[in-house]
């Protein structure tokens, strides 16, 4: 069977973008309200225990970056691309990320709450324990990627492609699944409403299917 297609992403940095931007200029940029940080690439770069102040970011690539206990709750990012970055104890919620591309990165428990995308990709992530609580999400495509015992409450999707994602023990209350094709992901354990109202629509393949009858507490009867 063919490999499925790649995902190309959604961010337009400039290509062989170069470091216009040191790490104290982006300290003072962080601290500054309403900063603008623009047209640099940071490479490297590790920051700890530090919070933004609705700081913008534009054509901007981050490379290899460490970010630990930083909080960008209330940024936005606009075509910025995340390249092997690892993120630890780190916050975006109530960010606003349009066409921003997440590759190889781990994030695990990074909060997205109350956020807002708008054509936002992640390959080959580890996000187990994201939280996209109340967000809004208009394009989304994920791949390769782990999203284990994520968590989507109340959560607005449209256009939302998933693919070969591990969605175990991730909880749906109350956010639809309509026209979302699931078939290429692992979805054992996931957590939704009693009526499964949350799955309405969906796209699965056989075996979950089978999987997912539990959730209403029937069994198959194997052929003896």
């Known amino acids: 069977m063919p ?20 790490r104290e200029d982006l300290l003072a ?29 534009s054509n901007v690539a981050f490379r290899g970056c460490t970010f630990e206990w ?7 990012f606009s075509d910025v691309l995340f390249s092997g970055c690892r993120f630890v104890r780190c916050e975006m919620g109530r ?4 066409h921003v591309d997440f590759h190889s ?10 956020g807002r995308f708008t054509g936002v990709s992640f390959e ?11 967000a809004t999400v208009d394009r989304l495509a994920a791949s390769e990627t782990n999203l284990m015992e994520a968590t989507l409450h109340q959560t ?29 992901c692992e979805i054992a354990g996931i957590r939704v409403s009693s009526d499964l109202r949350e799955l309405r629509g969906a796209i699965i393949d056989e075996g979950q299917a089978a999987e997912l009858i ?3 507490g029937v069994r198959i009867k194997e052929d003896e």
């Open 3 to 22: 490999r499925p297609r790649r995902q190309t992403g959604f961010a337009q940095v400039t290509p062989n973008l170069g470091e216009h931007l040191d």
């Open 29 to 57: 940029a962080l601290r500054a309200p309403d900063a603008r940080v623009e047209n640099t690439t940071l490479s490297g770069l590790e920051l700890a225990e530090v919070s933004a102040d609705g700081t913008g970011f």
């Open 70 to 76: 930083v909080d960008l709750s209330g940024c936005t």
């Open 95 to 98: 960010s606003w990320l349009n």
């Open 105 to 114: 990165c781990s994030a695990p428990g990074l909060s997205f709450a109350k």
């Open 124 to 134: 080959d992530c580890q996000l187990s324990y994201v939280d996209l609580s109340e």
């Open 156 to 184: 607005r999707l449209r256009h939302v492609s998933l693919d070969r994602c591990d969605l175990t023990r991730a909880t749906f209350f109350r956010t639809s699944l309509e026209g979302i094709d699931l078939s290429s």
């Open 214 to 216: 539990g959730l209403l």
